[in-house]
C-alpha cells in the first residue's frame, strides 16, 4: 500500500510537472497526445506493401503467398465496406454501410484472404474511408442525409438552414485548415465524429480485426482531426495488443504538410513522391539525389500510387506522363534505407526489376536485423546524369539507368564505398567481384573475368547482394 501510495505522489507530481511548461489548454492537449502517442506499443513496420488496388478477395487469395515468396511482408487490401454500387474504382471509398463486407468479396471471402495470407506469413492491411459518406445521388451540392444506415442528419456537417446542403467549399490555401475539416470534398457529405459516429466506425475496426486484419490505412486522413485519428490508433492498438500497423493518407497542400499527423503515426509521403518526380522525368538528374522526404523512417514511400496516375484519375496529382519513370522511381524507393515502400499491383507487374527491389529490400532487411551494415549512401563514383549508384552498407548495391542506351565504362574505382567481395546480381544471376588493387578498390569482375567496370541496358535497375568469394570464381 505504502509504494502505491508514494507511485500516485510521483504520477502526480510528473503530471504537475509536464503541465507546468505549457501555457494554455491547446498546447497542453497537443503536447499530451503527442506524449502518449508515443508511448503505444507499434506493430513490426513493414518490410514492403503490395497494393492489391479494387482486387476481389477471392482473385487476391490465388497469389497472396506468391508475394510473401517475392518478399512483400504486408497486402494492402482495398475498402472492404458496402460502398456507393457501381464498377468505378472510386466509388468504393464513398461508404454506405459500415457494418457490412461487401462490394470486393464477402466477409467470408475476406476471411478466406486472411487466413491463406497469414498462412505464409503475408500481413494484411485494410483501407478505411472514415472521412465521409457515399454521393448517392450525383449531385454535388445536396445529399438526403437520412438515407444512410444508423447515422442522422445531425452526424454531418451540412448548412443549418437547409439540411443536406453542402456548408461550405475547400480552400487549400487560406492559412488555415477549418475548411479542410468542416467542408465536403466535393459531394461526399461530411462526417462530424459525434459519438454516435465514432462508435459505427470502431465497430468497423474490431470487424476487420476480428476477421484478422494486422492494420490500417485511413484515407482522407488529412481531412480529419488529428485526436479523432489517435483516438482511433489507440483504440487499434487495445484491441490488437499493439500488433497492428497503421498508417494515414496525408497530402501536402498549402494548409497541410504531413508532419502535421507524423506523431500519430506514419503517414504517405508526397514530399518524396513530388521531388523523385522532378528528378526521374526525362530533364531530371539523378546526380540531385537523395530525394526530400519526411523526416521519418515509417512514412510510407512510393514511386505511383492510385491518386497520381492519370489513367486512373482526370485530376490525378503530378502525374508523370511517362510511367516508366514512375518505375525507375519505383526501383530508388525500394533501394532507399529509409521509409515503408508500397508498391502498386500494376507497377509490380509492370517492370520486372521491381520485383527484384522487393526481393532486395527483405535481404538487406534481414541482415540489418542480424547485425549486419546496411547504411546507405549514394556514392559519387559515376559523374553521369543518368547513372544512379548506392551501396547498402558492405551488404549490396543498386544501379539505376534511366538513360535510353546502355551505359558501359571498363573501369569503376570504389575506393571511397564500403563495398567489397563478390556481390550477386539477383535477377540476372551474374556476379560482380570487387577487389583492391595498388591501394585503391576496382570493380574486377562484372559478370566474367574478362572485363571490369559496369554495364547495365537503358531504363533498367540492378540489384547486388553480399556473396561468398567463391560465387565469384
Known amino acids: 500500500m505504502g509504494f502505491k501510495k508514494y507511485a500516485s505522489i510521483a504520477v502526480a507530481l510528473m503530471a504537475i510537472s509536464f503541465l507546468s511548461e505549457f501555457s494554455d489548454f491547446a498546447?497542453?492537449?497537443k503536447a499530451w497526445n503527442n506524449a502518449t502517442a508515443?508511448?503505444?506499443?507499434?506493430?513490426?513496420?513493414?518490410?514492403?506493401?503490395?497494393?492489391?488496388?479494387?482486387?476481389?478477395?477471392?482473385?487476391?487469395?490465388?497469389?497472396?503467398?506468391?508475394?510473401?515468396?517475392?518478399?512483400?511482408?504486408h497486402l494492402q487490401i482495398s475498402p472492404a465496406q458496402r460502398s456507393n454500387p457501381g464498377p468505378e474504382w472510386w466509388k468504393r471509398y464513398q461508404p454506405y454501410d459500415l457494418s457490412v463486407i461487401e462490394g470486393l468479396g464477402s466477409e467470408d471471402d475476406l476471411r478466406q484472404l486472411i487466413s491463406t495470407a497469414h498462412s505464409c506469413d503475408l500481413k494484411i492491411i485494410a483501407d478505411v474511408v472514415f472521412n465521409h459518406m457515399a454521393n448517392l445521388d450525383g449531385g454535388e451540392d445536396f445529399e438526403d442525409l437520412s438515407k444512410y444506415p444508423n447515422l442522422t442528419p445531425e452526424d454531418f456537417h451540412t448548412n443549418l438552414s437547409n439540411v443536406g446542403a453542402r456548408p461550405c467549399s475547400i480552400n487549400y490555401s487560406d492559412g488555415n485548415r477549418d475548411s479542410e475539416m468542416n467542408c465536403w470534398l466535393g459531394?461526399?457529405?461530411?462526417?462530424?465524429?459525434?459519438?454516435?459516429?465514432?462508435?459505427?466506425?470502431?465497430?468497423?475496426?474490431?470487424?476487420?480485426l476480428d476477421l484478422g486484419v494486422d492494420g490500417f490505412r485511413f484515407d482522407a486522413a488529412k481531412h480529419m482531426p488529428t485526436n479523432v485519428l489517435n483516438e482511433y490508433i489507440n483504440y487499434i492498438?487495445?484491441?490488437?495488443?499493439?500488433?497492428?500497423?497503421?498508417?494515414?493518407?496525408?497530402?501536402?497542400?498549402?494548409?497541410t504538410i504531413g508532419e502535421d499527423y507524423s506523431w500519430v503515426a506514419a503517414v504517405s509521403d508526397f514530399v518524396l513522391y513530388n521531388d523523385m518526380k522532378e528528378i526521374f522525368t526525362q530533364d531530371g538528374d539523378l546526380r540531385s539525389l537523395?530525394?526530400?522526404?519526411?523526416?521519418d523512417s515509417r512514412s510510407i514511400t512510393f514511386g505511383n500510387n492510385h491518386d497520381t496516375m492519370r489513367a486512373l484519375n482526370v485530376a490525378a496529382l503530378n502525374p508523370y506522363s511517362d510511367v516508366t519513370d514512375s518505375y525507375l522511381a519505383t526501383a530508388?524507393?525500394?533501394?532507399?534505407?529509409?521509409?515503408?515502400?508500397?508498391?502498386?499491383?500494376?507497377?509490380?507487374?509492370?517492370?520486372?526489376?521491381?520485383?527484384?527491389?522487393?526481393?532486395?529490400?527483405?535481404?538487406?532487411?534481414?541482415?540489418?536485423?542480424?547485425?549486419?551494415?546496411?547504411r546507405e549512401n549514394i556514392l559519387r563514383a559515376i559523374d553521369d546524369p543518368t547513372i544512379l549508384l548506392m551501396e547498402r552498407g558492405t551488404e549490396g548495391f543498386f544501379i539505376g539507368n534511366k538513360g535510353i542506351g546502355t551505359f558501359d565504362i571498363p573501369t569503376l574505382d570504389l575506393t571511397l564505398s564500403t563495398l567489397e567481395g563478390c556481390y550477386v546480381e539477383l535477377r540476372n544471376n551474374f556476379s560482380v567481384a570487387i577487389e583492391q588493387r595498388d591501394g585503391k578498390k576496382?570493380?574486377?569482375?562484372?559478370?566474367?573475368?574478362?572485363?571490369g567496370g559496369i554495364e547495365i541496358r537503358g531504363r533498367d535497375a540492378l540489384y547486388f547482394v553480399r556473396a561468398s568469394f567463391d560465387q565469384c570464381q
Not at 44 to 58: G, K, L, M, R, V
Not at 237 to 255: F, T
Open 187 to 208: 459531394g461526399l457529405p461530411d462526417l462530424k465524429f459525434t459519438d454516435n459516429v465514432k462508435t459505427i466506425q470502431k465497430a468497423h475496426l474490431r470487424l476487420l
Open 332 to 374: 530508388y524507393v525500394l533501394a532507399r534505407e529509409s521509409g515503408t515502400p508500397l508498391i502498386f499491383s500494376a507497377d509490380h507487374a509492370g517492370a520486372p526489376f521491381i520485383k527484384t527491389g522487393v526481393k532486395f529490400r527483405q535481404i538487406i532487411k534481414q541482415r540489418e536485423k542480424a547485425g549486419a551494415y546496411t
Open 38 to 73: 508515443s508511448s503505444v506499443v507499434k506493430g513490426e513496420p513493414p518490410t514492403a506493401i503490395y497494393h492489391a488496388f479494387n482486387q476481389n478477395y477471392a482473385d487476391i487469395e490465388n497469389y497472396a503467398c506468391g508475394l510473401a515468396g517475392k518478399g512483400y511482408s
Open 237 to 255: 492498438n487495445q484491441q490488437s495488443r499493439g500488433n497492428a500497423w497503421n498508417y494515414l493518407e496525408v497530402i501536402n497542400d498549402d494548409d
Open 27 to 29: 498546447d497542453i492537449s
Open 442 to 451: 576496382y570493380v574486377t569482375r562484372w559478370g566474367t573475368w574478362e572485363r
Open 290 to 295: 537523395p530525394a526530400a522526404a519526411l523526416d
